[in-house]
């Protein structure tokens, strides 16, 4: 049977503190970088005969069953009232590193992150796979996050990181069933799959593509490489495209790299929750599990992604599971070749959205746990509900101040240019009250654009497509946003840092565009290079050149979407609070001139 017991280490000194700790658990995440132990101890300054841990930040825990350790790392949190959270070493890949790789095998790349962070690497049985990448100021867990990715992309399959014995362990998400077994007090093991409870399954398009695009970039052209399409997915689901890249020398991975986003993305994600099952020190993330029942709800081969663990008076878990196998799916694939035109000058393709005003609409708002009238489960930031005849389902609309959403609702009260908005509860609904906004649908084209022309290079048009994806983003607070967060200076103005993020998204080299959070630092770096083109010249800016204003009191940066003779429309980050595209005349006074980065 289990005997589990918590210890404390101060000044090089261990004792067991089981006796004075209550509520303990522990949550290994799949997707975290550290386990979190957490527990209360006795507090009472009225009791002489209470012994005071005097637990302070950074002191060990150890939690073991029998002699085996289950968790060890330090305290970061101990409150008056004896609440205490702990971490593992894992907490320390939230330091930001500086690394680059140029075909640097996984295994040393991962030790090479490791080294940087401060913590150990453990295994190095893992693929050899060459890793290529440039990270200047960037998150230890981001840098990983970016490697496994590039693993998955050449393996096809799925990794998973834990700390084991404070150390970093990589390793491929199990493909063997475990079998795994409770001992009960007065009882015969039982195997846990057969005794679940609180089961709750979902199936969710929101990962979903109906579109695989997988393309190169070489002598300043995307080429496309491979693409898949799902005609009859497409007209269920509406067209999502997702456009993956490989570097210009691994093109022949590309056909791998479409077959592991096509398992990955080509049908809805169905995921389980398990609420409560007996405990097992044997489950967690990914390892496999076989439900041999349906009776709970939930049967088959299912991956564990997070487990959390309370131990007190007896051992269980809840789960989050991932289903092992996913329908089948009618992908129309198509390799195509590497394509130049006869004179010498690439072409490629760029998609971009199109927007085309419906008008200005009342905004009212809803909450509640409700199915809709698309049969999809409401979701925050992406449903509201519509007039059919006005704005049919499926519908992508830009809501002006609100952002991107989709129509999936009706409503006996919605008619005509009347917009419900789904929120998170029934008293935010109520603090909105009614609002009126203009608002746009949205379309996706996609054209052919010949690199020297006004259309400007394949990296140019890239950098674009970030910046457009995040359309309708709004800062939270003063100037706070995921931009600054990333650069490391949240809370000041982020113009410049929405540029140099959506670079970094891009994959730019910073030789390209530099890591700035200055409109001024950008304005000379360019100069200094010859690349800066002054307003007056005469210069039309190509796609993804930067737009500087410095004039007429402003002090403002913009990626150019697209000129014209007489204009120009940029993608802005912190244009009025919010991601935003906006179009200009050459004669503007606030414009001092154009930064070609291509």
């Given at each position: 049977?289990?005997?589990?017991?918590?210890?404390?280490?101060?000044?090089?000194?261990?004792?067991?503190?089981?006796?004075?700790?209550?509520?303990?658990?522990?949550?290994?995440?799949?997707?975290?970088?550290?386990?979190?132990?957490s527990?209360?101890?006795?507090?009472?300054?009225?009791?002489?005969?209470?012994?005071?841990?005097?637990?302070?930040?950074?002191?060990?825990?150890?939690?073991?069953?029998?002699?085996?350790?289950?968790?060890?790392?330090?305290?970061?949190?101990?409150?008056?009232?004896?609440?205490?959270?702990?971490?593992?070493?894992?907490?320390?890949?939230?330091?930001?590193?500086?690394?680059?790789?140029?075909?640097?095998?996984?295994?040393?790349?991962?030790?090479?992150?490791?080294?940087?962070?401060?913590?150990?690497?453990?295994?190095?049985?893992?693929?050899?796979?060459?890793?290529?990448?440039?990270?200047?100021?960037?998150?230890?867990?981001?840098?990983?996050?970016?490697?496994?990715?590039?693993?998955?992309?050449?393996?096809?399959?799925?990794?998973?990181?834990?700390?084991?014995?404070?150390?970093?362990?990589?390793?491929?998400?199990?493909?063997?069933v475990?079998?795994?077994?409770?001992?009960?007090?007065?009882?015969?093991?039982?195997?846990?799959?057969?005794?679940?409870g609180?089961?709750?399954?979902s199936?969710?398009?929101?990962?979903?593509?109906?579109?695989?695009?997988?393309?190169?970039?070489?002598n300043?052209?995307?080429?496309?490489?491979?693409?898949?399409?799902?005609?009859?997915?497409?007209?269920?689901?509406?067209?999502?495209?997702?456009?993956?890249?490989?570097?210009?020398?691994?093109?022949?991975?590309?056909?791998?790299?479409?077959?592991?986003?096509?398992?990955?993305?080509?049908?809805?994600?169905?995921?389980?929750?398990?609420?409560?099952?007996?405990?097992?020190?044997?489950?967690?993330?990914?390892?496999?599990?076989?439900?041999?029942?349906?009776k709970?709800?939930?049967?088959?081969k299912?991956?564990?992604?997070?487990?959390?663990?309370?131990?007190?008076?007896?051992?269980?878990?809840?789960?989050?599971?991932?289903?092992?196998?996913?329908?089948?799916?009618?992908?129309?694939?198509?390799i195509?070749?590497?394509?130049?035109?006869?004179?010498?000058?690439?072409?490629?393709?760029?998609?971009?959205?199109?927007?085309?005003?419906?008008?200005?609409?009342?905004?009212?708002?809803?909450?509640?746990?409700?199915?809709t009238?698309?049969?999809?489960?409401?979701?925050?930031?992406?449903?509201?509900a519509?007039?059919?005849?006005?704005?049919?389902?499926?519908?992508?609309?830009?809501?002006?101040?609100?952002?991107?959403?989709?129509?999936?609702?009706?409503?006996?009260?919605?008619?005509?240019?009347?917009?419900?908005i789904?929120?998170?509860?029934?008293?935010?609904?109520?603090?909105?009250?009614?609002?009126?906004?203009?608002?746009?649908?949205?379309?996706?084209?996609?054209?052919s654009?010949?690199?020297?022309?006004?259309?400007?290079?394949?990296?140019?048009?890239?950098?674009?497509?970030?910046?457009?994806?995040?359309?309708?983003?709004?800062?939270?607070?003063?100037?706070?946003?995921?931009?600054?967060?990333?650069?490391?200076?949240?809370?000041?103005?982020?113009?410049?840092?929405?540029?140099?993020?959506?670079?970094?998204?891009?994959?730019?080299?910073?030789?390209?565009?530099?890591?700035?959070?200055?409109?001024?630092g950008?304005?000379?770096w360019?100069?200094?290079?010859?690349?800066?083109?002054?307003?007056?010249?005469?210069?039309?800016?190509q796609?993804?050149?930067?737009?500087?204003?410095?004039?007429?009191?402003?002090?403002?940066?913009?990626?150019?979407?697209?000129?014209?003779?007489?204009?120009?429309?940029?993608?802005?980050?912190?244009?009025s609070?919010?991601?935003?595209?906006?179009?200009?005349?050459?004669?503007?006074?606030?414009?001092?001139?154009?930064?070609?980065?291509?």
């Amino acid at each position: 049977m289990d005997n589990y017991t918590v210890h404390l280490t101060q000044n090089g000194k261990q004792q067991e503190i089981t006796a004075y700790v209550d509520g303990l658990s522990m949550r290994d995440d799949g997707d975290a970088y550290s386990a979190e132990l957490s527990f209360t101890v006795a507090v009472n300054p009225y009791d002489p005969f209470l012994k005071d841990l005097k637990i302070e930040a950074k002191d060990n825990i150890t939690l073991k069953n029998g002699d085996k350790t289950i968790f060890s790392g330090f305290v970061i949190r101990r409150t008056k009232a004896g609440e205490v959270e702990c971490r593992d070493n894992g907490f320390y890949l939230k330091s930001d590193i500086t690394c680059q790789f140029n075909g640097t095998d996984a295994a040393n790349a991962l030790n090479t992150v490791c080294k940087k962070a401060g913590i150990q690497y453990g295994w190095y049985s893992i693929p050899s796979v060459s890793i290529t990448g440039d990270y200047a100021r960037t998150q230890a867990s981001s840098v990983i996050d970016s490697i496994l990715e590039q693993m998955e992309n050449e393996t096809g399959k799925r990794f998973i990181h834990r700390m084991i014995d404070n150390k970093l362990c990589v390793r491929a998400f199990d493909e063997n069933v475990i079998t795994v077994t409770y001992t009960r007090p007065v009882s015969k093991p039982l195997n846990i799959t057969w005794a679940v409870g609180e089961v709750e399954v979902s199936s969710t398009m929101e990962d979903m593509a109906t579109n695989i695009v997988v393309q190169t970039d070489e002598n300043d052209t995307t080429v496309t490489l491979a693409t898949a399409t799902d005609p009859d997915a497409v007209t269920k689901y509406g067209y999502m495209t997702k456009m993956l890249s490989v570097d210009s020398d691994k093109k022949g991975t590309a056909v791998t790299v479409l077959n592991n986003a096509i398992k990955e993305c080509a049908t809805p994600t169905t995921q389980a929750s398990v609420g409560k099952i007996w405990g097992s020190d044997a489950v967690i993330p990914g390892k496999l599990l076989l439900f041999g029942s349906d009776k709970f709800g939930l049967s088959g081969k299912w991956w564990v992604t997070s487990v959390t663990h309370t131990y007190q008076p007896y051992h269980y878990m809840s789960l989050e599971l991932l289903a092992y196998e996913t329908p089948k799916s009618n992908m129309k694939v198509v390799i195509t070749p590497q394509a130049a035109n006869t004179d010498g000058t690439s072409s490629g393709t760029t998609t971009t959205t199109k927007k085309t005003k419906l008008g200005n609409f009342k905004l009212t708002f809803y909450a509640g746990d409700t199915s809709t009238a698309s049969g999809k489960k409401p979701a925050v930031g992406r449903t509201i509900a519509t007039d059919p005849s006005v704005i049919p389902l499926g519908t992508r609309v830009y809501i002006e101040g609100w952002g991107e959403r989709t129509a999936e609702d009706t409503g006996g009260a919605i008619k005509g240019k009347k917009i419900d908005i789904f929120v998170a509860s029934n008293a935010e609904a109520r603090k909105y009250g009614v609002q009126y906004a203009d608002v746009y649908k949205i379309e996706t084209v996609t054209t052919s654009v010949s690199s020297g022309s006004a259309g400007g290079s394949a990296a140019g048009r890239k950098l674009v497509q970030i910046a457009l994806a995040e359309e309708g983003y709004r800062e939270t607070g003063r100037d706070h946003t995921k931009y600054g967060k990333w650069f490391g200076m949240d809370g000041n103005y982020w113009c410049a840092m929405f540029v140099a993020w959506c670079a970094n998204q891009a994959g730019i080299s910073t030789s390209v565009i530099p890591k700035l959070a200055s409109v001024s630092g950008y304005m000379n770096w360019y100069k200094e290079r010859g690349k800066f083109h002054t307003t007056g010249t005469g210069y039309r800016p190509q796609v993804g050149d930067l737009m500087i204003q410095k004039s007429a009191g402003a002090s403002h940066i913009g990626i150019v979407v697209s000129s014209t003779a007489s204009g120009f429309t940029t993608i802005e980050g912190n244009s009025s609070n919010r991601v935003a595209q906006r179009s200009y005349s050459y004669t503007d006074a606030k414009l001092t001139g154009f930064c070609s980065p291509f």
